[in-house]
């Protein structure tokens, strides 16, 4: 059974940075996408930015320049690194996975889940 879970998220002031993992159980990284979305409250889910097995990376206009997705696939685990934070970026971080070779950029093209991280970015 796969499982993902999130961690390294917490709260920051602007300008700052953190780094998001995902590590995932019972899951092969070959030929599969992994992504992270966020949720902030009221608003949907969005694509922040997935990888591919082949390293391909695609990344939302908000967030490309300073936010950075990478995988250790010796580890299974998914990374997130975010610098230059803004408010805007306070949301609940969640990391996805599926078994695919293009990546979707909808929630709905993945089908495994962690439960969530909570990054808050004060002004």
């Known amino acids: 059974q796969v499982q993902l879970v999130e961690s390294g998220g917490g709260s920051v002031q602007a300008g700052g940075s953190l780094r998001l993992s995902c590590a995932a159980y019972?899951?092969?990284?070959?030929?599969?996408?992994m992504a992270w979305f966020r949720q902030a409250p009221g608003k949907e889910r969005e694509a922040v930015a997935n990888?591919?097995?082949?390293?391909?990376?695609y990344y939302a206009d908000s967030v490309r320049g300073r936010f950075t997705i990478s995988q250790d696939n010796a580890k299974n685990t998914l990374l997130l690194q975010m610098n230059s934070l803004k408010p805007e970026d306070t949301a609940m971080y969640y990391c996805?996975?599926?078994?695919?070779?293009?990546?979707?950029?909808?929630?709905?093209?993945?089908?495994?889940w962690g439960r969530g991280t909570q990054v808050t970015v004060s002004s």
């Open positions: 990888i591919n097995s082949n390293g391909i990376t």
């Open positions: 996805a996975a599926d078994y695919r070779w293009v990546c979707g950029r909808g929630p709905a093209t993945y089908v495994y």
């Open positions: 019972g899951y092969t990284p070959s030929g599969t996408c």
